[in-house]
């Protein structure tokens, strides 16, 4: 039996609170100090007090990661170089990631390009970190003998969209984070049983998604309102995480044996599209439109 956790409190008080080497895994996105209205705290912190605050957090969550742990920090342009160097220099950890996080639709502005991504700086303990691939593949554009068809690594530019405001998931919440990624995180850099922690946990994606993938969770917010509302959240009926990478929804080209193809029909479903029961819709629609539709025209010209 997992167990889901949502702490109410400060995570400069509540992190030292946790043992050393208990968590495997850590995924945050914490404030990104550009005045966001998070109700309870100042997100307009001076520049040299950001960098303190983020030194003291991240100082503890290396002391609490086991050996084989991983920590996954969102963060702006304006401070990831920063906190970069804090994850390598200050407290010497190992690299292993700088990832894309790719949306279609942002703020447009009119001197200067548009920003659409965020960014995801990936460390772990040591260099003996956990890493499942074969649970976080995507789907091959092209069937060949030689390709591995439980699919390909998906790179370090990761494209999901954000949460809409007509999705039955969205939250009050003003940064709220999409699931498909976090699932990403959490299928890649743990296994079943194992505990993940998010210090700033907002609206509750990270304790959803760990909910969802038989992993205990431990969330910690500063703000009631947001518990509440994750706690609201944890309590829903599941019907599939609220993003997907557009990949997981397209069928190779040129499977042309239908032996082939049908196998691979019923193991793209099982490898990609568990726990995105929205995408198969959009995957049969892909199946249909590549192989059946042009069989059927083909067909209809021979009858001519
Ligand atoms: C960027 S948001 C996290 C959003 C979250 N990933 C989601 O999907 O909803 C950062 C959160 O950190 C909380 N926060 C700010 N300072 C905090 C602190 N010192 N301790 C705990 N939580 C804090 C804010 O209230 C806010 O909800």
């Known amino acids: 039996m997992i167990k889901i956790e949502l702490v109410t409190g400060d995570s400069l008080i509540e992190l030292p609170k946790i043992q050393d080497e208990s968590i495997d895994l850590i995924i945050t996105d914490p404030p990104y100090n550009l005045s966001k209205d998070y109700g309870k705290t100042k997100d307009n912190l001076e520049f040299?007090?950001?960098l303190e605050f983020s030194k003291e957090w991240l100082t503890e969550c290396k002391r609490i990661?086991?050996?084989?742990?991983?920590?996954?920090v969102f963060m702006g342009f304006r401070y990831i170089s920063y906190i970069y160097d804090i994850l390598s220099r200050h407290?010497?950890?190992?690299?292993?990631?700088?990832?894309?996080?790719?949306?279609?639709?942002g703020i447009g502005k009119t001197k200067g390009?548009?920003?659409r991504h965020d960014d995801i700086l990936m460390f772990?303990?040591?260099?003996?970190?956990?890493f499942n691939l074969d649970n976080i593949r995507v789907p091959q554009k092209y069937y060949r003998s030689i390709n591995n068809m439980r699919g390909a690594n998906p790179g370090d530019v990761w494209e999901f969209s954000h949460v809409h405001y007509c999705n039955d998931n969205r939250q009050k919440h003003p940064t709220q984070k999409p699931e498909g990624l976090i699932e990403r995180m959490v299928l890649a850099s743990s296994n079943e049983g194992d505990v993940v922690l998010d210090p700033f946990s907002g609206s509750g994606t990270t304790l959803r998604v760990c909910q969802q993938l038989s992993?205990?969770?431990?969330?910690i917010e500063i703000n009631p309102e947001y518990i509440n509302m994750a706690s609201c959240r944890l309590q829903k009926p599941f019907?599939?995480?609220?993003?997907v990478d557009p990949r997981m929804e397209r069928i190779p080209f040129d499977l042309n044996d239908e032996i082939i193809r049908n196998e691979y029909i019923t193991n793209h479903i099982k490898w990609f599209l568990k726990n995105h029961e929205g995408s198969m819709d959009k995957f049969m629609k892909q199946v249909n439109e590549v192989y059946y539709k042009k069989t059927l025209k083909k067909n209809s010209l021979f009858d001519d």
Not at 65 to 72: A, H, V
């Open 239 to 243: 019907t599939g995480f609220d993003s």
């Open 113 to 115: 390009f548009s920003p």
């Open 91 to 105: 407290l010497n950890m190992n690299f292993v990631n700088w990832i894309s996080w790719h949306y279609t639709q």
């Open 48 to 50: 040299e007090e950001y």
């Open 124 to 130: 772990s303990k040591l260099p003996n970190y956990k």
């Open 65 to 72: 990661l086991k050996k084989s742990g991983t920590i996954y």
């Open 215 to 219: 992993r205990n969770c431990i969330g």
